[in-house]
């Protein structure tokens, strides 16, 4: 999945202003990796990789990245990009007691 996410990359990054990704993909790399690739080819994509297990070690994440322990609320990834979004692309949170649903 990693791959393919760098594919949308280099097709699309000049539209694209953050990078949400999960540790664990399959058929690696994983989200670290994707992570690194994506903050050295396109440093103006904000990037958040999240992980219900997976913790990353020191130097795993690349300068800017945000990490999220699941599980997380919508006000913590509300908070969390309202940080690293460029200003114009801040988010805008709908509900107080939305949570983020779907991931494990």
């Known amino acids: 999945m990693a791959s393919k996410a760098i594919e949308l990359l280099e097709q699309h990054a000049a539209k694209i202003v953050l990078l949400f990704t999960d540790v664990e993909m399959p058929g690696g790399p994983d989200g670290f990796e994707l992570a690194r690739t994506t903050a ?8 958040v990789v999240a992980s219900g297990g997976l913790k990353p070690n020191p130097n795993e994440l690349p300068e800017g990245a945000v990490f999220l ?3 997380f609320s919508a006000n913590i990834v509300h908070d969390h990009l309202d940080m690293i979004l460029p200003d114009g692309r ?5 509900g107080p007691q939305a949570v983020v649903q779907g991931w494990s």
């Not at 801040?90 to 709908?94: A, G, M, R, T, V």
């Open 90 to 94: 801040k988010p805008e949170l709908i």
């Open 40 to 47: 050295n080819r396109w440093p103006d994509i904000s990037i």
């Open 69 to 71: 322990d699941k599980p």
